[in-house]
């Protein structure tokens, strides 16, 4: 398969010719695109986040009138860990659920809380039809949606959640497609 070079786009959501290999890999299958939730769809637990910090600032200056300083430093310091906890978990949970279509396949993986993995997929000859959905003023001015592939017979569907570019997403699948069927 040709490689047209790198392009990585959107913080590594949207990442076409990347050089990543994944433990499934067979012998001769490149990656096309990998592709995650686009970052304007994180700002949502980014603020919930900063409005934890908010609260816990204003806690320190109500509280610290009741409580001795030891006991502060501790209820600041579990404060702290929660929050953290908070980032780290929402970003882990972006990171790793991730879309890999290659020459040979489409795989879906999913992380659900941090011990839980569910990997999805099908190849490009039991793929039957491809759907990019959009709308919205927030996902047609960034330019994010939901691509949904529908497999033959008992396969599970596999659907990629706010990418960035789902119509180039899908294109890209339509030209693997063509190659392999011959088209």
Known sequence: ??????????????????????????????????LRAHPVTQIYWLLNGLFFILILILLNYFISSFLNPSQTFFLNIFGIIFIFSYFWLNFLNWFFNVGVITSKRIIDIDFHGVIYKEVTEARLNRVEDITSKSGGYFQSFFDYGNVFIQTAGNEANIEFLNIPYPSQVVTKINELLGKNHGY
């Open 1 to 34: 398969m040709k490689n047209n070079g790198q392009n990585h786009k959107l913080f590594h959501s949207f990442c076409l010719y990347p050089e990543v290999r994944f433990e499934t890999q067979e012998n001769k299958e490149d990656v096309i695109l990998v």
